[in-house]
Antibody
Framework: QVQLVESGGGLVKPGGSLRLSCAAS????????MSWIRQAPGKGLEWVSY????????YYADSVKGRFTISRDNAMNSLYLQMSSLRAEDTAVYYC??????????WGQGALVTVSP | DIQMTQSPSSLSASVGDRVTITCRAS??????LNWYQQKSGKAPKLLIY???TLQSGVPSRFSGSGSGTDFTLTISSLQPEDFATYYC?????????FGQGTKLEIK
């Protein structure tokens, strides 16, 4: 069955960096676009970034452009989000999600990122 | 960016009730509209895609309709496990955007 497992969350100071990972299993990872979506505490969902199946197509929300980098390793069935220049407003649960056509059909359990002094 | 507005933001209903949630887009999204259910502390779950197609395994009491800018999610007869927050999401154009959510609570 499809599984997405995020890791790498934690507490980081403003201006710091963190790298999230998402390990995928149960499907042919290299066939699918993948996204990161976040949810600030008590708030709604915000799409952050996606990467195409080969890793050459990427897109970012304006709120993270220039600070976050999405990437993938198809040989390792893994998705990554390198986050730098972190701000308090980046505090959120970060989900990785699989694209199927134009919707997100599977989501991971989420990784909490807290940006605080 | 396409703005998605859901109404109501919260709703109280009873088991067995018929419930409708509305999602309006700031510009046409054609049929590129998806609905998700999120229970407290859990990841969202896809319910409906392409405005009206039920995701595999989702009970048939859930249905979706609409096109262009106006969409609805209907639950025909509420069950105890349906009390959750529901989000619409457009995938017509980048950036993908979500509605603010509708919290469905037990009356």
């Amino acid at each position: 069955q499809v599984q997405l497992v995020e890791s790498g969350g934690g507490l980081v100071k403003p201006g710091g960096s963190l790298r999230l990972s998402c390990a995928a299993s149960g499907f042919t990872f290299s066939d699918y676009y993948m996204s990161w979506i976040r949810q600030a505490p008590g708030k709604g969902l915000e799409w952050v970034s996606y990467v195409g199946s080969r890793g050459t197509t990427v897109y970012y929300a304006d709120s993270v452009k220039g600070r976050f980098t999405i990437s993938r390793d198809n040989a390792m069935n893994s998705l990554y989000l390198q986050m730098s220049s972190l701000r308090a407003e980046d505090t959120a649960v970060y989900y990785c999600a699989r694209h199927s056509s134009s919707y997100f059909d599977f989501w991971g359990q989420g990784a909490l990122v807290t940006v605080s002094p | 960016d396409i703005q998605m507005t859901q109404s109501p933001s919260s709703l109280s209903a009873s088991v067995g009730d018929r419930v409708t949630i509305t999602c309006r887009a700031s510009q046409s999204t054609s049929h590129y509209l998806n609905w998700y259910q999120q229970k407290s502390g859990k990841a969202p779950k896809l319910l409906i895609y392409a405005a009206s197609t039920l995701q595999s395994g989702v009970p048939s009491r859930f249905s979706g309709s609409g096109s262009g800018t106006d969409f609805t999610l209907t639950i025909s007869s509420l069950q105890p496990e349906d009390f959750a927050t529901y989000y619409c999401q457009q995938s017509s154009s980048n950036p993908y955007t979500f509605g603010q959510g509708t919290k469905l609570e037990i009356k």
